[in-house]
């Protein structure tokens, strides 16, 4: 036994709402508590934890540092209860369950939807939850176990000891702009091709941000505007207007181009970026049907690998 045995799943969530929050009045009334009720269970956690979890001031009450560890588990562990109750509710209807997966970009298109249309005989009564988002937003969802698994990037300033990684594929780009846009009519894009545009890019801090934004350090590009989203529609729709520049990986944008959407357009310079792979929580058990939606999508993996 350890000393968090006795804590309950409402425990938990008034510990993640303080943390949110940072009043107690506010979390009571949450709770439909007093407040001296709830001060007083927020001491009987701190008993039962051995540490000090809150401090208390004018301001409100914020979490110790030993606080911020536990709402970090805690996070993770009400998730894992959601899902569970969740996939009684599932199997109770007479199916099998539901998995969770995060993509990037790239496996969207060129893994996750050939190795879900192969196994749809198989999984035909399993749902399935596909989550699109940057590497950075992906693994974030991991750690608070909303995904039982990923295929994207490990950013250098992950932490690795944490994953277990499986490379499966490389990601490469294209530039994408109106059909009209005065570059549609070219063969490649050069860089001095790209100074002074307007430009439709994922927000400031993602990975792939980051990468771009170095491309144009490196090539002395300077744009004139930039507009952040983290949403494809948005860029789509942004560049369909035949302003701005973007750039999507290179599956999605030719079958943009193929549908007479956009146009892809090829860079003259390398942009170096590491590939993608499937990522789990490492030590982390997964159910039979992630386990099968998992070797699936690691079988269409290496048979696309062999064509290429």
């Not at 969740?86 to 995060?102: C, E, L, T």
């Not at 939850?129 to 693994?139: F, M, V």
Request: hydrophobic share 40%.
């Amino acid at each position: 036994m350890t000393r968090l045995d006795a804590f309950k799943l409402k425990h938990l969530r008034m510990l993640v709402a303080l943390e949110e929050h940072g009043k107690v009045g506010t979390v009571a009334a949450m709770f439909g508590l007093s407040q001296p009720s709830l001060s007083r269970t927020l001491f009987e956690l701190e008993s039962l934890a051995g540490y000090r979890l809150f401090d208390r001031h004018n301001r409100g009450t914020t979490l110790t540092a030993e606080g911020k560890v536990l709402a970090r588990y805690a996070r993770t562990l009400l998730s894992e209860a959601s899902r569970a109750e969740y996939d009684m509710k599932v199997v109770a209807s007479g199916k099998r369950g539901s998995v969770s997966i995060g993509t990037v970009m790239t496996p969207a298109s060129d893994v996750i939807v050939p190795a879900l249309n192969d196994a749809q005989a198989e999984y035909q009564d399993l749902d399935i939850n596909i989550s699109h988002g940057s590497s950075d937003a992906l693994l974030a969802q991991l750690n608070a176990g909303s995904l039982d698994f990923a295929i994207c990037r490990l950013p250098e300033n992950a932490n690795r000891a944490m994953f277990d990684y499986e490379p499966i594929g490389e990601e490469t780009f294209r530039i994408v702009v109106a059909t009209n846009h005065p570059l549609a009519k070219k063969s490649a894009v050069e860089e001095t091709d790209l100074e002074g545009l307007d430009w439709v890019l994922q927000p400031e801090g993602s990975y792939l941000r980051d990468v771009i934004d170095d491309y144009h350090r490196r090539h002395a590009i300077v744009p004139r505007s930039v507009i952040s989203t983290s949403s494809v529609l948005m860029t789509i729709l942004l560049v369909r207007s035949g302003v701005r520049v973007g750039m999507f990986a290179t599956t999605v944008a030719e079958m943009l181009d193929q549908h007479s959407l956009l146009k892809a357009l090829p860079l003259n310079a390398r942009i170096d970026i590491p590939g993608f792979g499937l990522v789990q929580i490492k030590g982390k058990e997964l159910s039979p049907q992630a386990k099968g939606v998992l070797d699936a999508l690691r079988q269409t993996a290496s048979e696309r690998k062999s064509w290429t």
